[in-house]
T-cell receptor
Framework: EDQVTQSPEALRLQEGESSSLNCSYTVSGLRGLFWYRQDPGKGPEFLFTLYSAGEEKEKERLKATLTKKESFLHITAPKPEDSATYLCAVQARGYQKVTFGIGTKLQVIP | DVKVTQSSRYLVKRTGEKVFLECVQDMDHENMFWYRQDPGLGLRLIYFSYDVKMKEKGDIPEGYSVSREKKERFSLILESASTNQTSMYLC?????????????FGDGTRLSIL
């Protein structure tokens, strides 16, 4: 069974204080690993897809990286508008289904 | 731009009622999904559909059914609502897996069963 574990559950940062969120996964043949951002009362918003170990993707202050067992979402010099819950999900080859982690709730304080 | 629209943002129903949640996507996606999201449990897949009139059970299908009569529309049905079905319900859609396309979500329906 595919599993996704995200840590920490919650993270509080000062504005400008860089940090990383972790996503550990087990899957029988990775097709893709996805990162989403979810604001309160909204649906998840797609950020990145990573396909193979060593791959990196960037968007503004966010950078996602992938190894064979985990993914990191690095946040550089965060701003208060980066406050949200960040979700990680994996999809196995040959399956339509995606397994989500519970998420990391990030709060960036001015 | 990608658009998944859920018919209601908030819904209050009574125990035993039959409840319909509607989802429409305008991206011509083959796949559509229904999830529920609960604190501490994350997103759990209820049902998904990979084509019109086709459906597959997800991880927690008990107490739910679905209908997909048109490509753009996917309905979730609570046959006889119970209080443990109070939750945030999220609809998503995507192209088939082979295209390595992510799922795109609606803004959810917060359903309360009294």
């Amino acid at each position: 069974e595919d599993q996704v574990t995200q840590s920490p559950e919650a993270l509080r940062l000062q504005e400008g204080e860089s940090s990383s969120l972790n996503c550990s996964y087990t899957v029988s043949g990775l097709r893709g690993l996805f990162w989403y951002r979810q604001d309160p009362g909204k649906g998840p918003e797609f950020l990145f897809t990573l396909y193979s170990a060593g791959e990196e993707k960037e968007k503004e202050r966010l950078k996602a990286t992938l190894t064979k067992k985990e993914s990191f979402l690095h946040i550089t010099a965060p701003k208060p508008e980066d406050s949200a819950t960040y979700l990680c999900a994996v999809q196995a080859r040959g399956y339509q289904k995606v397994t989500f982690g519970i998420g990391t709730k990030l709060q960036v304080i001015p | 731009d990608v658009k998944v629209t859920q018919s209601s943002r908030y819904l209050v129903k009574r125990t035993g009622e039959k409840v319909f949640l509607e989802c429409v996507q305008d991206m011509d996606h083959e796949n559509m999904f229904w999830y529920r999201q609960d604190p501490g449990l994350g997103l759990r897949l209820i049902y998904f559909s990979y084509d019109v009139k086709m459906k597959e059970k997800g991880d927690i299908p008990e107490g739910y059914s679905v209908s997909r009569e048109k490509k753009e529309r996917f309905s979730l049905i609570l046959e006889s609502a119970s209080t443990n079905q109070t939750s945030m319900y999220l609809c998503a859609s995507s192209f088939p897996t082979e295209g390595n396309q992510p799922q795109h979500f609606g803004d959810g329906t917060r359903l309360s069963i009294l």
